[in-house]
């Protein structure tokens, strides 16, 4: 009886492993014709669960033409599984304060296992010098 | 000994499942842009407003269109471009104001100094807009022949046109709906749509919850 009850235990998690890994095969040039402007980040990681699932790559900034800044931020799904994560922009002028604005929203993304997403974060106004990324498992 | 720990285990998570129970229910203020809020199937709720009004608001800035404007003499002048607010189309089940998300768009757009909206013009491109008393002073202005015009209506360089789509799909118990965003910035002199996007915010699942 506990050997089927075993047996039974060991199908269902080999199920529940199948069902839940969705991974992703991906191909991109071997030499890139774009000039990144990669920023050195500065991280506290409180969340090691978080970390694994949204593991960040690159951070990228870029200007338009008229000045507002741009954030790309390059996340990997280091486990098999989909992840939801949810980001949020923080942007800061030249006096460090915090800029209240309609475009710091929670925002959500998916992402398939093994898998890398760019997340972008545009400046509310041209004098926003710096920016902060936080990013929050879903429920928590 | 293992029993009075087994009993002691039991007693404390269940009273730890009612504190967290009677947490979860009482009421209590959240804060509104964040990720506690209530996400329903059917309905748009407050965080799908933000985040379409955001992407938006976004590319709209992105854009480079608003801000800088050409002369007659050819030169680029800097300045807040005027906008009027046109047709608003909700071809959804359910009713959404226009400025649930059109306002965050507006107030993203005039913080940022790149546009202002005027509110003397209706959506029929008539004077009489939001402003009671600044319509009253430009229809005083204006003859009815529209000879001369307040100066205003003479600077009102894009027209933004607004429509929500819904879809909805059902597979089994779980539900599944898609909110379709649709914004043109029109320059009102040439009539062309000089920007365009879409945001579409989809929803799946059984029922509504608390948090996202």
């Known amino acids: ?140 | 000994m293992k029993m009075t720990f087994n009993k002691t285990c039991i007693a404390l998570g269940l009273c730890g499942l009612m504190l967290t129970g009677c947490e979860s229910t009482r009421a209590k203020r959240i804060d509104p842009a964040g990720t506690q809020t209530i996400t329903t199937i059917k309905r748009l709720d407050i965080q799908d407003a933000a985040d379409a009004a955001a992407a938006m608001s976004q590319s709209l800035l992105e854009s480079g269109r608003l801000g800088k404007h050409v002369n007659a003499a050819g030169e680029t002048v800097l300045r807040p471009s005027v906008i009027a607010i046109d047709r608003y189309v909700n071809n959804t089940s359910q009713q959404i104001d226009r400025d649930e998300v059109l306002k965050k768009i507006r107030v993203a757009l005039n913080k940022a100094g790149v546009a202002q909206t005027i509110v003397t013009i209706n959506d029929q491109g008539d004077l009489g807009g939001e402003s009671n008393i600044a319509s009253k002073f430009a229809r005083e202005n204006t003859p009815a022949d529209r000879s001369v015009q307040t100066p205003e209506l003479l600077v009102v360089d894009y027209s933004l046109t607004f429509k929500i789509i819904e879809n909805r799909a059902q597979a089994g118990q779980i539900r599944q709906t898609t909110f379709t965003f649709q914004m043109s910035l029109v320059d009102v002199k040439t009539g062309l749509a000089v920007w365009e996007d879409e945001k579409q915010i989809t929803k799946q699942g059984k029922d509504s919850s608390v948090g996202w």
């Open chain 1, 1 to 140: 009886m506990a050997n089927r009850i075993s047996k039974l235990t060991a199908l269902l998690a080999l199920t529940a492993i199948i069902v839940g890994c969705q991974t992703v095969n991906t191909y991109e040039p071997n030499q890139q014709q774009a000039i990144k402007h990669i920023v050195q980040d500065k991280r506290v990681e409180s969340d090691l669960s978080l970390k694994n699932k949204a593991q960040m790559q690159q951070l990228i900034t870029a200007h338009t033409p008229d000045g507002f800044l741009k954030v790309q931020a390059q996340l990997y799904n280091g486990t098999n599984s989909r992840a939801r994560i949810n980001y949020r922009f923080e942007w800061f002028d030249t006096s460090g304060m915090l800029i209240d604005t309609t475009l710091s929203t929670w925002k959500q993304i998916s992402l398939p296992g093994r898998d890398t997403a760019m997340i972008q974060g545009m400046a509310p106004t041209k004098s926003a010098v710096d920016f902060r990324l936080k990013l929050l498992e879903p429920g928590s």
